[in-house]
């Protein structure tokens, strides 16, 4: 089913696309608060977030301008000892299998809670993966565009979600951020809001598969930076509709706000049901860009021809389907490990690899 072939290298919107819709899933379900921790400051520290993936993106511009080479696992390759790469490589692998496992419970519990209650997990589980994994044999080129797509149906949310701050119901007085809080939870919720733009780390696979004449930093930066204004307006929204307390407990507040919203003309009675479609349709999203990157990974650890990619597509379907029956609901996990898993992949050691880039000699300068 890889019908790449038949189109010609992605450009700058996909690339925009892509990196604003690997981040905009879970980040945006969860948001302001997850685990009760978060503190009302969110909108702040979401703002703060942003700046070390600016600077991880700026460091990946200046490794590029050394080594004219855009692919940082390539270069990482040719740059150092198979005893590093290797390790590195199959630990980005587990942590990606581990965000696909967080990806389809967060999937199910949002599905059991708003719209199959009686529907066993892994009945809803198998069939989100099953449906994910035969679209993502059709190639990178095909998802880069079906996620084009569906970036218009998440625009969708954003206008909504600006309409709330004009709406009765918002209450400006609950926005003011509080900071009495002690140095512990501070912490744990600063963790989350930088773990909230993890899933960018699929786009230094990708950007390997843009045109070599696309200018490829400044679509990233906006990107992220779109990324940030979508997080600190989900914050505000939230806050001024539901306040504090009532927020930290509620599963999903941006889902709750969605219930909120009638139709004046009563044509959409229940104008939340379309929007818990275009949730199904991010997860769907998020889903194909992580079981891209793993497959994309896992071939660099044994490389196959373009038509044997299914073999990995199928495999990597099939480990998180055999880890989604036997772990408990996402209800019973605690986040903590997931943010700080996702902290490592995908700013420390990301930093790492780029530092190391950057200081190493290219090849044939200065080496005996």
Excluded at 360 to 367: A, N, T
Aim: some cysteine; charged content about 15%.
């Amino acid at each position: 089913m890889n019908i790449q072939n038949k189109y010609s290298q992605l450009g700058s919107v996909e690339l925009f696309t892509f990196t604003y819709c690997s981040a905009v899933t879970i980040g945006f379900m969860f948001l302001p608060y997850i685990s009760q921790e978060e503190i009302r400051s969110a909108y702040f520290k979401v703002m703060a977030a942003v700046i070390p993936y600016l600077l991880l993106i700026f460091l990946w511009k200046k490794v590029v301008d050394k080594h004219q080479e855009r692919d940082m696992f390539s270069l990482l390759k040719k740059n150092s000892k198979s005893w590093i790469y290797y390790p590195v490589i199959l630990y980005f692998i587990g942590s990606c299998l581990y965000s696909l496992l967080f990806i389809v419970k967060s999937l199910i519990i949002i599905v059991q809670t708003y719209m199959m209650q009686d529907t066993e997990q892994w009945i809803i589980g198998i069939a989100f993966l099953i449906t994910v994994g035969a679209s993502a044999l059709y190639g990178i080129h095909a998802i880069s565009r079906m996620i084009v797509v569906i970036y218009f149906h998440e625009i969708l949310l954003v206008i909504t979600l600006i309409g709330f701050l004009f709406s009765e119901d918002f209450r400006w007085v609950n926005i003011p951020p509080y900071l009495g809080v002690d140095v512990l939870t501070f912490m744990k919720s600063s963790l989350s809001e930088v773990t909230r733009y993890g899933g960018i780390v699929t786009v230094f696979a990708f950007l390997p598969l843009v045109k070599k004449d696309v200018k490829v930093f400044k679509p990233i930066i906006i990107s992220l930076l779109s990324i940030m204004a979508t997080y600190v307006l989900i914050c505000i929204t939230t806050l001024g509709v539901f306040g504090y307390d009532q927020a930290l407990t509620l599963l999903s507040p941006v889902t709750a706000l969605m219930q909120t919203t009638t139709s004046p003309t009563g044509l959409f009675e229940r104008l939340d049901l379309f929007f818990l479609t275009v949730w199904v349709m991010s997860f769907f999203k998020i889903g194909l860009i992580f079981i891209w990157f793993t497959a994309t990974l896992c071939k660099q650890i044994v490389p196959v021809k373009p038509k044997r990619e299914w073999i990995y597509i199928t495999l990597v379907s099939s480990i998180i389907v055999i880890l989604m029956l036997i772990t408990p609901s996402i209800t019973s996990f605690d986040w903590r490990p997931y943010n700080l898993n996702m902290l490592s992949v995908s700013l420390m050691v990301p930093f790492l690899i780029l530092l190391y880039l950057k200081f190493r000699k290219k090849k044939g300068v200065g080496e005996t």
